[in-house]
């Protein structure tokens, strides 16, 4: 938890070249060949946490894409020790989020990759929104969530990060229209 909220705080504040390609989704995207916005691809995150996990945890012991987990994939995978396995998983969001909304959205599938492990996981989501007028706090968008998939069930613990991906650069933004 602790390497995923250093993440959350670096990239929070960091320009989209701090670490040139591998972070190049914090700013804005190349329009599409029809001139339309683009979208960072919710791959850029995943590879961007990867890197960042990897490189200050036990090597081997951060893996990305393992199949067969809960009956599906992982994005990315922390196995400290045989049994111990800890899911973040990775989404995208280019419409407005709210916490309702991104726990509406994503929260299930989160705890569900951790059925069979501790009752803890990370839900991470690329804000992707317009930020013309700028977004919130980082305080604003990190919470631990309780979910249970069944009455009976212990419930999980999901720490959800929402990261601002896409951003203008501060000299783009523009105060809302009143």
């Given at each position: 938890m602790e390497q995923f909220l250093r993440f959350l705080y670096e990239r929070f504040d960091?320009?989209?070249?701090?670490?040139?390609?591998?972070?190049?989704?914090?700013?804005?995207?190349?329009?599409?060949?029809d001139g339309r916005p683009g979208y960072w691809p919710e791959k850029a995150i995943q590879d961007d946490l990867h890197?960042?996990?990897?490189?200050?945890l036990t090597?081997?012991?951060?893996?990305?894409?393992?199949?067969?987990?809960?009956?599906?994939?992982?994005?990315?995978?922390?196995t400290p020790q045989s049994g111990s396995r800890?899911?973040?998983e990775v989404k995208r969001r280019e419409t407005r989020w709210s916490r309702q909304?991104?726990?509406?959205?994503?929260?299930?599938?989160?705890?569900?990759?951790?059925?069979?492990?501790p009752p803890f996981g990370l839900l991470l989501v690329g804000d992707h929104s317009n930020h013309a007028a700028g977004y919130s706090s980082i305080d604003d968008r990190v919470w631990i969530a309780r979910h249970a998939r069944s009455?009976?069930?212990?419930?999980?613990?999901?720490?959800?990060g929402v990261l601002?991906?896409?951003r203008p650069t501060p000299s783009d933004l523009r105060m809302p229209r009143t």
């Amino acid at each position: 938890m602790e390497q995923f909220l250093r993440f959350l705080y670096e990239r929070f504040d960091a320009q989209a070249d701090l670490y040139g390609e591998r972070t190049a989704y914090l700013g804005p995207a190349k329009p599409k060949n029809d001139g339309r916005p683009g979208y960072w691809p919710e791959k850029a995150i995943q590879d961007d946490l990867h890197q960042h996990l990897a490189g200050t945890l036990t090597p081997g012991t951060v893996q990305r894409e393992i199949i067969d987990v809960a009956s599906g994939r992982t994005d990315v995978t922390y196995t400290p020790q045989s049994g111990s396995r800890f899911v973040a998983e990775v989404k995208r969001r280019e419409t407005r989020w709210s916490r309702q909304a991104v726990e509406r959205d994503y929260l299930a599938q989160a705890t569900n990759y951790t059925a069979t492990g501790p009752p803890f996981g990370l839900l991470l989501v690329g804000d992707h929104s317009n930020h013309a007028a700028g977004y919130s706090s980082i305080d604003d968008r990190v919470w631990i969530a309780r979910h249970a998939r069944s009455a009976t069930e212990v419930a999980r613990l999901i720490v959800v990060g929402v990261l601002p991906i896409g951003r203008p650069t501060p000299s783009d933004l523009r105060m809302p229209r009143t």
